[in-house]
T-cell receptor
Framework: DAGVIQSPRHEVTEMGQEVTLRCKPISGHDYLFWYRQTMMRGLELLIYFNNNVPIDDSGMPEDRFSAKMPNASFSTLKIQPSEPRDSAVYFC????????????FGEGSRLTVL | GENVEQHPSTLSVQEGDSAVIKCTYSDSASNYFPWYKQELGKRPQLIIDIRSNVGEKKDQRIAVTLNKTAKHFSLHITETQPEDSAVYFCAASKGSGYALNFGKGTSLLVTP
C-alpha cells in the first residue's frame, strides 16, 4: 500500500480564497482523522470519521471549515474563506482502530494564506 | 475533552546522555498512550505505545512508563544519538472509537 496520500503538498493562496485539501486513506482503515499542526498549538484534532461518518467535529475552528468523506477512499477538508491564521500543516491520518494500533499519517499539506 | 500536557517543550542533551519527556493527561478513562516521533519536514510516526494494564514497556533504547494513579506517563531515551533529534509527541486515547489527543510536542536536540 502507498500509505495515506494527501494533496496538495503545498498550497499558497490569498486571504478570502477557498482551499480544498484532499486525502486518500490506507485501504481497509475504518478511521480517518484530520489534524492541524502549528508551532503554537502542536497537533490539533479537527475532525474524525468512522466508516465515512463524522464522529467528532468539535475541533473544527469555525464555520469556515468543513470536511467530508463521500466514500471509504476519499476525504476533503475545505476552508472557505481562508484567513492568514489558517496557515499551518494539515495532516490526514488513518487507522483500523485508534486505540489499538498505529495511526498512519500522510505527508501533510502545508498551507500558506497571504 | 481529554487534555494532554507535555514537558519540556525543548530539550537539548549531549550524545550518549539520557533524555526524559513527561506527559500528563486529564481523563482517567484514557487507556492507550502512544509516542510519535516527527523528524524535520516529515510525518509523525509511532515509536512506542503503552496500555493502561502495563506500567512499563521497553524497546531497545526507548522505554515508556505509566503511572495511572498520578495520570502521567514518560518517554525515556538512553544513549542518545544525533539521529534521535526530532519532535516527540505523546498522546492519549480513552477507548475504541476515540481519537488520539496529542501533547504539544518536545523538540529534542542531541549534540555530538
Amino acid at each position: 500500500d502507498a500509505g495515506v496520500i494527501q494533496s496538495p503538498r503545498h498550497e499558497v493562496t490569498e486571504m478570502g480564497q477557498e482551499v480544498t485539501l484532499r486525502c486518500k486513506p490506507i485501504s481497509g482503515h475504518d478511521y480517518l482523522f484530520w489534524y492541524r499542526q502549528t508551532m503554537m498549538r502542536g497537533l490539533e484534532l479537527l475532525i474524525y470519521f468512522n466508516n465515512n461518518v463524522p464522529i467528532d467535529d468539535s475541533g473544527m475552528p469555525e464555520d469556515r471549515f468543513s470536511a467530508k468523506m463521500p466514500n471509504a477512499s476519499f476525504s476533503t477538508l475545505k476552508i472557505q474563506p481562508s484567513e492568514p491564521r489558517d496557515s499551518a500543516v494539515y495532516f490526514c491520518a488513518s487507522t483500523k482502530a485508534p486505540n489499538t494500533g498505529e495511526l498512519f499519517f500522510g505527508e501533510g499539506s502545508r498551507l500558506t494564506v497571504l | 475533552g481529554e487534555n494532554v500536557e507535555q514537558h519540556p517543550s525543548t530539550l537539548s542533551v549531549q550524545e550518549g546522555d539520557s533524555a526524559v519527556i513527561k506527559c500528563t493527561y486529564s481523563d482517567s478513562a484514557s487507556n492507550y498512550f502512544p509516542w510519535y516521533k516527527q523528524e524535520l519536514g516529515k510525518r509523525p510516526q509511532l515509536i512506542i505505545d503503552i496500555r493502561s494494564n502495563v506500567g512499563e514497556k521497553k524497546d531497545q533504547r526507548i522505554a515508556v512508563t505509566l503511572n495511572k494513579t498520578a495520570k502521567h506517563f514518560s518517554l525515556h531515551i538512553t544513549e542518545t544519538q544525533p539521529e534521535d533529534s526530532a519532535v516527540y509527541f505523546c498522546a492519549a486515547s480513552k477507548g475504541s472509537g476515540y481519537a488520539l489527543n496529542f501533547g504539544k510536542g518536545t523538540s529534542l536536540l542531541v549534540t555530538p
